[in-house]
């Protein structure tokens, strides 16, 4: 079974820019959380879909959304971007089980000049 | 809230000695418990898990945990370092607040294996 895949891996942009990631999660997974993570602020949730729905969000501004489609891949968009928006951006899905196993992407490397 | 904490940043050790890294968890409910490691430019891979059928939770590549209750710990340990393990090892406990799926991470600790 295939895992989860994220593109792009790497993606440099400037400020006031926006950028889109995209996630697709393993086959059957109905679930897909995203996560930010910085050396300074370490893993941090982002957001959760469940089929098509948010059905949790972090404590991040409004910049950041997400959406998911009908056959559970995940898109995660940032508008006006930071230079503190540089991070690495995983994704994990899950079969959203009792037991919340979540299995992750390899990320997207963002970089904001 | 659900949070867990990991003592210890950085953890070096020789090879063939035992690897410890400590991880304490806060949940007002009976948590489930992760640890994942992260080799450098990867994503996480789940090393074990627990979900309350065993306290002492066999993993992938010779990792162990051991739940203690009594203790509010979750320590992962492997009785031979090898190389390989040098990674970034983080604890995660589920948090349902607000619903959903997801995972509160601890700070990580960096595990170098010397020669």
């Known amino acids: 079974k295939a895992g989860v895949t994220q593109t792009p891996r790497y993606l440099i942009k400037t400020r006031g820019q926006q950028v889109t990631l995209s996630c697709s999660p393993i086959?059957?997974?109905?679930?897909v959380s995203w996560y930010q993570q910085t050396p300074g602020q370490g893993l941090q949730f982002l957001f959760e879909?469940?089929?098509?729905?948010?059905?949790n969000k972090g404590n991040f501004p409004g910049r950041f959304s997400g959406r998911q489609f009908s056959n559970s891949r995940s898109e995660m968009n940032v508008s006006t971007l930071e230079l503190g928006d540089s991070a690495l951006y995983l994704c994990a899905s899950s079969n959203a089980g009792v037991y919340n196993e979540q299995f992750f992407g390899p990320g997207t490397r963002l970089t904001v000049l | 809230a659900q949070s867990v904490t990991q003592l210890g940043s950085h953890v070096s050790v020789s090879e063939g000695a035992l690897v410890l890294l400590r991880c304490n968890y806060s949940?007002?409910?009976?948590?489930?418990l992760f640890w994942y490691v992260q080799y450098p430019n990867q994503g996480l891979q789940l090393l074990l898990k627990y979900t309350s059928a065993a306290t002492l939770v066999k993993g992938i590549n010779g990792f162990e945990a051991e739940f203690k209750k009594s203790e509010t710990s979750f320590h992962l340990t492997k009785p031979s370092a090898h190389m390989s393990d040098a990674a970034e090892y983080f604890c995660a406990v589920s948090d349902f607040t607000g619903g959903g799926n997801k995972l509160t991470f601890g700070t990580g600790t960096q595990l170098k294996v010397e020669l």
């Open positions: 086959s059957g997974h109905r679930s």
């Open positions: 949940s007002s409910v009976p948590p489930y």
């Open positions: 879909y469940f089929s098509e729905t948010q059905r």
